[in-house]
């Protein structure tokens, strides 16, 4: 089985930075695309970046794009997400997720392994 664990979130002040990590278990990370997804109360998850399997390829959404930087160690089987100049509507709890697809797709429906979360919260 694949197993994901997150780390790096936290309370960052508007502006600020932070810089969460994906570890994956198992051997085969090289052959998932991954992407970063999040989820803010009462909201649906949303993509936030993708990631092809070689790391050639990266995609984000329009709200980060410019911000957020997502790239990845396949020898470490880490996913990374820079994120800067973070904004209170950041706030959310932020997943990756591992997707068998080549180039990481937008609708969360289509990955196949998950991580618990982790908690960015930015305040104003």
């Known amino acids: 089985q694949v197993q994901l664990v997150e780390s790096g979130g936290g309370l960052v002040q508007a502006g600020g930075s932070l810089r969460l990590s994906c570890v994956v278990s198992?051997?085969?990370?090289?052959?998932?695309?991954m992407g970063w997804f999040r989820q803010a109360p009462g909201k649906e998850r949303e993509s936030v970046a993708r990631?092809?399997?070689?790391?050639?390829?990266?995609y984000y959404s329009d709200s980060v794009n410019g911000r957020f930087t997502i790239s990845r160690d396949n020898p470490k089987n880490t996913v990374y997400l820079q994120m800067n100049s973070l904004k209170p509507e950041d706030t959310a709890v932020y997943y990756c997720?591992?997707?068998?697809?080549?180039?990481?797709?937008?609708?969360?429906?289509?990955?196949?392994?998950w991580g618990q979360g982790t908690q960015v919260t930015v305040s104003s």
């Open positions: 198992g051997r085969t990370f090289s052959s998932y695309a």
């Open positions: 990631i092809s399997r070689s790391g050639a390829n990266t």
């Open positions: 997720a591992a997707d068998r697809g080549a180039l990481g797709r937008v609708d969360p429906r289509a990955y196949d392994y």
